[in-house]
Nanobody, 116 residues
């Protein structure tokens, strides 16, 4: 069973920055794609950003230019660097990993709150 553990969430003021981490229990070479999703109360879970095995990235329009997804294969970890945060970014952020064989794994989530 693959374990994904998110960290780095917290309370930040509008315009501030935060970096989320997602540590996997085994080599991320085994994943076709990894990414970050978020879910605010009363809303559906939505894609934030993804990164493939060959470092191709994708972003939701709402975060493009503000968020950056990256990975460190030596640490089995992906990151989400968030800048220029807005109150609308408030949500639980989840890490996802998809294996080449099609199995998907999710972390438990980390809360990000953007407020004055």
């Amino acid at each position: 069973q693959v374990q994904l553990v998110e960290s780095g969430g917290g309370l930040v003021q509008p315009g501030g920055s935060l970096r989320l981490s997602c540590a996997a229990s085994r080599s991320i070479f085994s994943f076709f794609v990894m990414g970050w999703y978020r879910q605010a109360p009363g809303k559906q879970r939505e894609l934030v950003a993804t990164i493939t095995n060959n470092d191709m990235t994708n972003y939701a329009d709402s975060v493009k230019g503000r968020f950056t997804i990256s990975r460190d294969k030596s640490k089995n970890t992906i990151y989400l660097q968030m800048t220029s945060l807005k109150p609308e970014d408030t949500a639980v952020y989840y890490c996802k990993a998809a294996e080449w064989g099609g199995d998907n794994y999710w972390g438990q989530g980390t809360q990000v709150t953007v407020s004055s």
